[in-house]
Nanobody, 112 residues
Framework: QMQLVESGGGLVQPGGSLRLSCATS????????MNWYRQAPGREREFVAG????????VYADSVKGRFTISRDNDKKTLYLRMNSLKTEDTAVYYC?????WGQGTQVTVSS
């Protein structure tokens, strides 16, 4: 069964940091571009960051550029998103995406 399972979300104060993980199983990810998306309440799901199969090319939404870092460990079949300098507007459910598949999401709440 092909699965994506996100973890690492939580409640953090503005200016804080979190690292999200996305563990994959049931399929090979080494040749796939992988992405992070997020969806805030009342808003459409939006692209956050993407990384090429080898990790050498990374793309970020303007809203997170310079604060978030996407990375991957192909041996562990895991995708990561390091989020620094978090803002209240980063509050959302974060999803990883690959091969047209989605995980269940992990909630990130930035609040004082």
């Amino acid at each position: 069964q092909m699965q994506l399972v996100e973890s690492g979300g939580g409640l953090v104060q503005p200016g804080g940091s979190l690292r999200l993980s996305c563990a994959t199983s049931g399929f090979t990810t080494t040749r796939l571009t992988m992405n992070w998306y997020r969806q805030a309440p009342g808003r459409e799901r939006e692209f956050v960051a993407g990384i090429s199969s080898g990790g050498d090319n990374r793309v970020y939404a303007d809203s997170v550029k310079g604060r978030f870092t996407i990375s991957r460990d192909n041996d562990k079949k895991t995708l990561y998103l390091r989020m620094n300098s978090l803002k209240t507007e980063d509050t959302a459910v974060y999803y990883c995406n690959a091969l047209g598949l989605w995980g269940q999401g992990t909630q990130v709440t930035v609040s004082s």
